[in-house]
């Protein structure tokens, strides 16, 4: 009787995507700047976003509106903190995520004066 009433709570998990199919996007972190600075996702595929530090400096990927609305891949959540990515200098950092529903959101790097130097951009959802 157990496995019965289990049975339609399998039915309605949401399948785990097949990260084998992701796209990659590369971003890359330079000195206050985000290339490309607008990154364009559809709402419910997968991807796999490639952060690339090309600096001798740190930097961040910080998008806490996009990171809390995405669904991210359970390995990389722990790379996620507080809606940011962390990337040393010369370092690479990759997040698999399932992409939010259709709006934009602000992406920044929040390292001191960073942002305000033009380290920012979008990401856009369809």
Known sequence: MRNLLALPLLLLAPAQPDWSQAQTLTVNLSNYDFDPERLQLQSGRPYRLHLVNTSSDG???????????????????ERVKKGKVEVHAGETADIRLVAPAAGEYKLHCSHFMHG????KG???VQ
């Open 122 to 124: 979008k990401i856009v």
């Open 59 to 77: 930097h961040n990927f910080a998008a806490p509106n996009f990171f809390r609305a995405a669904t991210i891949a359970p390995g990389d959540r």
């Open 116 to 119: 305000p130097m033009g380290m």
